[in-house]
Nanobody, 125 residues
Framework: QVQLVESGGGLVQAGGSLRLSCAAS????????MGWFRQAPGKEREFVAS????????YYADSVKGRFTISRDNAKNTVYLQMNSLKPEDTAVYYC??????????????????WGQGTQVTVSS
């Protein structure tokens, strides 16, 4: 069972950048596709980006395409979300998530079933 811990959130001005990290426990990190989701106050949680177990394939929500980049380092058991050109509407709690590669594809965003505790990102205008 993988356990996920996010870090890197904070307060940033519009147009700025942040990099989120998600550290996973266990020796089977490379067996999981990884994703980032977010939830703004009063809204449902939404998909942001995902990456395949090998790092060879990525998938993005239209709202972040061209601004955010997901990556992973399997040697460090860590997945990253580089967020550039941040907008106030990106303000949310960001969650790291995982799904075993044998149970779903990386782009099946409704299949992620392991979650971190979240990290707050606030973008001021």
């Amino acid at each position: 069972q993988v356990q996920l811990v996010e870090s890197g959130g904070g307060l940033v001005q519009a147009g700025g950048s942040l990099r989120l990290s998600c550290a996973a426990s266990g020796r089977t990190f490379s067996s999981y596709h990884m994703g980032w989701f977010r939830q703004a106050p009063g809204k449902e949680r939404e998909f942001v980006a995902s990456i395949s177990w090998s790092g060879g394939s990525t998938y993005y929500a239209d709202s972040v395409k061209g601004r955010f980049t997901i990556s992973r380092d399997n040697a460090k058991n860590t997945v990253y979300l580089q967020m550039n050109s941040l907008k106030p509407e990106d303000t949310a709690v960001y969650y790291c998530a995982a799904v075993p590669k044998w149970s779903a594809s990386y782009y099946q965003t409704d299949r992620y079933d392991k979650w971190g505790q979240g990290t707050q990102v606030t973008v001021s205008s």
